[in-house]
């Protein structure tokens, strides 16, 4: 963790002549059906039920990956965009037009070999991402992006999209993800009850049961407004250390307690390739990742 707020001190004292964001991506799996299996034993008006539900058999297994993005700016949280990813055999063509034909909003649905973030998806969303920071902020905003260590943000190819891009990247330790992560933190519990919510709705509107793909395609088209930029997430980013003006007294108590009730943040030196190296999974090659962060 202290590598991890190492990283930060120095961001901000690397641009302390700018106006500093940071946001946070990370992704989430979405199953096909969020309902339980049948046969399970569920909660209702105090007492344990027989749960049944009519789910197709090709929805029993396999998810979509929801790739979210959050801020610190309020103004900016709205106009973000947010990535639903899905294989081809699920985002069928004409599932796919079907998305097309409909009000689109910031949610990108995009259909590929797998329902994996990859590499090459990574460098279009960094794009876009630094695209909509440019259009909405003034002139000498400076975004910081949060990552974790998967496999996929950690590609030489990523790392130059964001330099070009002008995006600051700050990586989260791979074994402190539950504590340091703001999505993780303050947002993907909710969003999955959000999420199961929507589901119910159209459960209990459709004749037979069934959910028509497009039609839940579209209420999760619904989620960067109805829910992400629904909600502040200023507190989350303090509570783990990353805020434009950091005060201990924000930091949340699972790192606290993690870093034995620390007194101060740590200074704000240039982070050595030793402390860099405590965050990256072990045996994984990274010694790009300091000349290019």
């Not at 749960?51 to 959050?70: D, L, S, W």
């Not at 639903?84 to 070999?113: C, E, F, H, I």
């Not at 992006?145 to 990523?158: E, F, G, N, Q």
């Not at 159209?202 to 839940?216: E, F, H, K, V």
């Amino acid at each position: 963790m202290e590598a991890f707020w190492r990283q930060v001190c120095y961001i901000r004292r690397k641009f302390a002549t700018k106006k500093l964001v940071f946001l946070n991506l990370d992704e989430t799996s979405i199953g096909y059906s969020l309902m339980p299996q049948a046969g399970c034993v569920t909660a209702e008006h105090g007492r344990q039920v027989p749960f049944t539900a009519k789910v197709k058999k090709e929805n029993h297994r396999g998810c979509f990956t929801y790739v979210a993005i959050i801020c610190t700016c309020t103004s900016l949280q709205g106009k973000l965009p947010h990535y639903l990813l899905g294989s081809r055999a699920r985002l069928t063509k004409a599932v796919m037009r079907g998305q097309a034909a409909l009000p689109q909003t910031n949610l990108k649905v995009l259909a590929q070999q797998s329902a994996w973030n990859s590499s090459p998806c990574m460098v279009q969303i960094l794009e876009e991402v630094a695209a909509v920071i440019k259009s909405v902020c003034s002139a000498g905003t400076q975004g910081v992006l949060l990552l974790d260590c998967a496999p996929c943000h950690l590609t030489p190819s990523v790392l130059k999209a964001a330099a070009v891009s002008g995006l600051q990247l700050a990586f989260v330790p791979a074994s402190a993800t539950h504590v340091a992560q703001p999505l993780d933190m303050a947002a993907f519990s909710g969003f999955k009850k959000w999420l199961q919510k929507e589901h119910r709705s159209l459960r209990s509107t459709s004749p037979d049961g069934l959910i028509n793909p497009l039609a839940w395609v579209w209420h999760v088209m619904q989620a960067p407004r109805s829910f992400f930029a629904a909600k502040p997430w200023k507190a989350a980013f303090a509570g783990v250390g990353a805020a434009p003006q950091q005060e201990m007294s924000s930091l949340n108590a699972s790192i606290r307690q993690l870093m034995g009730n620390p007194s101060s943040l740590p200074d704000d030196s240039k982070p050595k390739p030793a402390e860099l190296a405590c965050m990256w999974p072990k045996k994984r090659c990274m010694k790009h990742m300091q000349k290019l962060l």
